[in-house]
């Protein structure tokens, strides 16, 4: 059953920390779709059942294939183009259709995902859709692999903020040689730095000299002598970040670009001040 937070780059360089929806989930929300349809499709047959009965047999047949392809393909096409991702089903349940990248669902993904939808969960009674999203990586069903898109759930917690990057580090920060650090271990400093103001003091001090110093193996040069380990991790995953949109040729404001290369401790400030590694 899917369940993890698979990373997301945006065009912007924005790394998304996502949860995909559960199976169990998106079944409740698919229910609650299909009785839409099926409600919305009765309604749709009584208020036209009177006209209909003066038609003749081939027109009316036409008029009932008409009605079903409105409910089972406009219906999912329109709502989740207007609400950018969501049905009522989802809504009820805090999902959203977002694209591979992290961007909002289009009309044309919509539109493939419905189509598909009428023979994998409509013809097939859903049976195509679990058995591939059961083996999807991102708990996709047919429709999201031919569309693009993925089923993400809103009501899990937000993303840390990304890491600003010290002024006093920015010289050294750009000089770093990233190709060694691995991505777990930047996860790791992120999510540290994103709860660190939660930790004691002695605890939160302890871990960062050892998550910095197992970032540290694997860049170089090392930082500057005394530099606080919470401020180095920040240098380095700001850089990090700053170097993919370099690399994705994306300026947007506030991006940052490092200053030329300046003393340690920064004449400005005057040092850090206030860390000293445990003895």
């Known amino acids: 059953m899917p369940n993890h937070r698979p990373e997301m780059v945006t065009g ?6 996502i949860a995909v929806a559960q ?5 409740v929300s698919a229910m609650i779709d299909i009785a839409v349809t099926l ?4 309604f749709l047959l009584i208020v036209l059942g009177s006209p209909m009965g003066r038609f ?20 999912p096409v329109a709502m989740e183009t207007l609400t950018r991702g969501r049905s009522v089903g989802k809504m009820a349940m805090g999902l959203r259709v977002v694209s591979d990248d992290g961007g909002p669902e289009r009309f044309r993904q919509a539109l493939v995902r419905a189509l ?44 840390a903020p990304l890491p600003v990057m010290p002024p006093g580090l920015a010289w050294w920060a750009s000089e770093l ?10 996860e790791l400093a992120r999510q540290f730095l994103g709860r660190a103001e939660q930790l004691d003091p002695h605890t939160r001090l302890m871990m960062a000299y050892r998550i910095s110093g197992e970032v540290l193996a694997h860049i170089s040069p090392p ?22 949109l370099a690399r994705l040729n994306v300026a947007p404001p506030g991006a940052y670009f490092p200053p030329p290369p300046m003393p340690w401790p920064p004449p400005s400030t005057g040092g850090f001040g206030g860390f000293a590694p445990p003895s």
């Not at 912007?12 to 920390?17: F, G, N, P, Q, Y």
């Not at 409600?39 to 009765?42: F, S």
């Not at 180095?232 to 170097?243: C, D, G, K, T």
Request: contains cysteine.
């Open 116 to 159: 598909a939808a009428t023979v994998e969960i409509w013809a097939l009674f859903g049976s195509p859709a679990v058995i591939c999203s059961l083996a999807s990586q991102q708990g996709k069903r047919l429709g999201d692999i031919f569309a693009g898109t993925v089923v993400i759930s809103e009501r899990s917690p937000k993303a």
């Open 39 to 42: 409600a919305g499709y009765l």
């Open 56 to 75: 003749d047999d081939a027109l009316t047949a036409g008029i009932l294939i008409l009605l079903l392809v409105l409910m089972q393909v406009g219906y």
């Open 12 to 17: 912007d360089a924005v790394v998304l920390d």
């Open 177 to 186: 040689q990233l190709s060694g650090l691995r991505a777990e271990s930047a």
């Open 223 to 244: 930082p500057p002598p005394n530099a606080p380990p919470e401020l180095v991790l920040s240098a380095v995953l700001a850089e990090r970040h700053r170097r993919e």
């Open 23 to 27: 199976m169990p989930v998106r079944a």
